[in-house]
């Protein structure tokens, strides 16, 4: 028996997290990837329930995610490329949206990027004290 609300398949995605935070220097390498699990599931009997596939976008291009669809459940390993930006905060947001695009089947994760600029060489010159014959 499956449930149906106003059309819709009742499905439910969720996430582990809604908030994640990287930190990276400019000119350096990028920060660590970071795990996050994601499921999705629908009712097909009491107490039953069956895969479904989640599809998984990003709203930055320094902000990628791997895969791009999960079924059932799974870890994403999501990535900042922080290369090409300077100092700086930065937002982004990873979309997760049920396959049947079902009214509150859909989680999101807000990103946050800060990239400090790099550190600069101490270029005062040393000076050695005269010595006294």
Not at 112 to 132: I, K, R
């Amino acid at each position: 028996m499956v449930d149906l609300a106003a059309g819709y398949l009742l499905t439910d995605v969720s996430v582990e997290t809604h908030d994640l935070t990287f930190q990276a220097v400019a000119e350096d390498d990028d920060p660590p990837s970071q795990l996050v699990r994601v499921s999705c599931t629908y009712p097909v009997e009491p107490d039953i329930d069956e895969d479904c596939d989640v599809t998984i976008t990003t709203n930055q291009t320094w902000l990628t995610v791997s895969p791009t669809t999960v079924t059932g459940a799974d870890r994403i390993m999501v990535n900042v490329d922080s290369s090409p930006l300077e100092a700086g905060t930065y937002e982004g947001n990873i979309h997760f949206q049920c396959e049947w695009d079902a009214p509150d089947d859909e989680e999101d994760i807000a990103v946050h990027l800060t990239v400090t600029a790099p550190a600069t060489p101490d270029t005062t010159p040393t000076t050695v004290p005269a010595t006294t014959p």
